[in-house]
């Protein structure tokens, strides 16, 4: 029993070492300019996972309002502007502030903020229409990583 | 870093020039059974002035050739298969006081003919706005003394299938001023509020993207003159609340009931939106 609680203690403490090496939601540093310019996890993003979150739609589905023309995504939307180039456009720190909370910039974007977990009028959870209890950010820090990675990769 | 941003918005402001060029209105014209005209373009209320939307477009506009199809001819529009249902609904009797519609209303084709157009409205009697669902549902236990139908099931349907066709063709002319005026504004508040982790409104997509494309998904500018609507998606009818609620759902918020208070004022809102269009259910939706 004893054995047993001590253990539990120690697997409890490792996986906080763990998350707390991310930037939680409500501590992300924004600039004046909404970039952010300090990784969410310290770990390099890895721009293939990156693309297979924008592509997928259990994940960031990104396309589904962003053309990527090098995607092979079908039905990629438009509802916001192309990605093509987009690293020609932002730099890594801007990017990284977009994709976690594009409303830094842009206060009435219609995209998502993908690293928040506050601020939301009835917020569900997920798409039960039920009210939800604490929230978890759309993305993890390290799924920012690696989505930033990969828009680093789209310049023309 | 400023001349960048500035560039960015240049780029968006022209991209949404593009995105209203793509509103994809090929100005078709819906003509059901090859008589009754349908009004599927018409000039924006004035209410709408400050909405950037100068002309409402019914959602069959948006649809593919084949959806359309479907809704031109009753024989090929699988939501008759209900109106029939509605016909033996509304001249069965049920409840306590052995009645049935047809008892007090006669014949659904000349006591129904432009109900559909006016709904929701204000009820003097009972000092509320109600829905047609809700009229239903108040003449079946106030005056049939029957149970309420469940309020976007089948039955309910099937009867808001049977009165909205009596006004096919008929201009949607829901009142905005007067005992309404509070509603209404509360329906105008929640179709501007952006719910949900998502934080989405109403007008995000049906208003600000009408004519885009979310994945698959083609942006309309979510009138409700075609409801109840068969989708092909549900094999059935959908009600008018049912609609609203999956919608909010979908911005991961924490939905409202179907025949809430405030479903019934964004139906008022979002039904004087489509003041001018023609009374088009049931219609067919993807």
Redesign the interface.
Known sequence: MTRFALSATLVALMSTAAVAEDVAPSDVAYDDYGAIAQSLTGVAGDPAEGLRVMETRSAGNCVACHQVSVSTAAFQGNVGPSLDGVADRWDVDQLRGLVANAKMVFPDTVMPSFYRVSGYIRPGDAFTGKAAGELSPLLTAQQIEDVVAYLQTLSE | ?RK??Q??VA??AL?SIA?IA?AQDDGADLVINGEIEITVRAPAPAHMSDTGIDTILSGWVFRSDETRQLEMDDFDNPAFLAVDRGIEAWNTVEGTEGKSCATCHGDVEESMAGVRAVYPRWNEEAGEVRTLAGQINDCRTNQMGADAYAYDKSDMTAMEALISVQSRGMPVNVAIEGPVAETWAQGQELYY????????SCA??HE??YG?????DH?SQGQINGFPTYRLKNAGLVQTHNRF?GC????????FAVGSPEFVALELYVASRGNGLSVEGPSVRP
């Open positions: 870093m960048v941003l560039r960015t780029a968006m991209g995105s793509m509020t952006r719910f949900g982790q998502l934080e989405l995000n997509c600000q993207n885009n494309y979310i994945r698959a942006l609620r909010i759902r979908d911005t991961r918020a924490e939905t």
